[in-house]
């Protein structure tokens, strides 16, 4: 990957399978907000603008090297081989029609309590409302980095809370379950570290631990915030999907990377 800087901005040629616009809206990551052709959002603790061109060139303003280096190159996956995954894909007619009208998305690598606590927020929610719920709890409870832009707030803070204090964020019955992984995480009982370095099977086992968490959620954590691109959601759409093209289950071209090729079927179905 090339990568120069100009004007104190980075631009980095990828491997040409980048649309931020699918990738930043198809139901993976829920704090972007586009303004013209830029893409804006608090990650990992820093402000966030980038742009796209030709599904090839990303521009990140007043980003540095160092940052680039050790979060945004990780954070948009940028050494995974999309073309030959995508190429794969076409193995299946489904998985053909899906990459190829939707060509770009990548699965993002977020911050693992980021990603724990917008699943669990989603369950039973439409889209809107989740963005709703977290703006308000990055409001709240993260730290001000000005222009209207907030970090996502620790475990650690979440975890000093109570039910009652959650209550600015409308979040119903979800308060309690976010909570519950606050403290979980705080007290090092969910184990980032182990569920990185262990198959996937214990990261299910261990993010199940937390109230709240079922498959779904387990396995959206694992996917966005883990890096586990076997991971395999399964929501109504995925349900769908499966009872309706794939009774015998997912074709092997999908493989190993069936979270990816999820993605590419959910925001296809889901757009159809």
Request: charged fraction near 30%.
């Amino acid at each position: 990957m090339n990568i120069k800087i100009e004007n104190n901005n980075l631009i980095a040629e990828t491997d040409g399978v980048i649309n931020l616009d699918y990738t930043l809206d198809c139901g993976q990551s829920f704090r972007w907000k586009k303004t013209d052709n830029l893409w804006q959002t608090v990650a990992f603790g820093r402000k966030i603008s980038v742009s796209c061109e030709d599904n090839r060139t990303l521009i990140f303003y007043d980003t540095s090297k160092e940052d680039f280096e050790n979060i945004w190159k990780n954070y948009f996956d940028l050494e995974r081989d999309y073309v030959s995954i995508v190429s794969r894909f076409t193995g299946d007619a489904y998985l053909k029609e899906a990459s190829d009208k939707y060509y770009g998305i990548r699965v993002l690598n977020q911050e693992p309590w980021e990603a724990i606590c917008s699943f669990i927020i989603s369950q039973n929610n439409n889209i809107p409302r989740i963005k709703g719920i977290i703006e308000r709890l990055c409001e709240n409870f993260g730290d001000d980095l000005g222009d209207g832009f907030f970090t996502f707030p620790s475990s650690e803070k979440i975890a000093a809370l109570t039910v009652e204090d959650l209550a600015p964020l409308r979040s119903g019955f979800r308060a309690k379950y976010i909570l519950d992984a606050a403290k979980k995480v705080a007290e090092k009982e969910i184990d980032f570290d182990a569920i990185y370095k262990n198959d996937i099977s214990y990261g299910r086992e261990q993010l199940m631990k937390i109230k709240g968490v079922g498959p779904k959620v387990a396995e959206c954590a694992l996917l966005y915030g883990f890096g586990k691109a076997e991971a395999f959601p399964v929501d109504v759409w995925v349900k769908r999907i499966m009872s309706e093209l794939y009774p015998d289950g997912i074709p092997a071209c999908a493989y190993p990377e069936i979270g990816i090729a999820q993605q590419y079927l959910f925001h296809w179905r889901r757009n159809v």
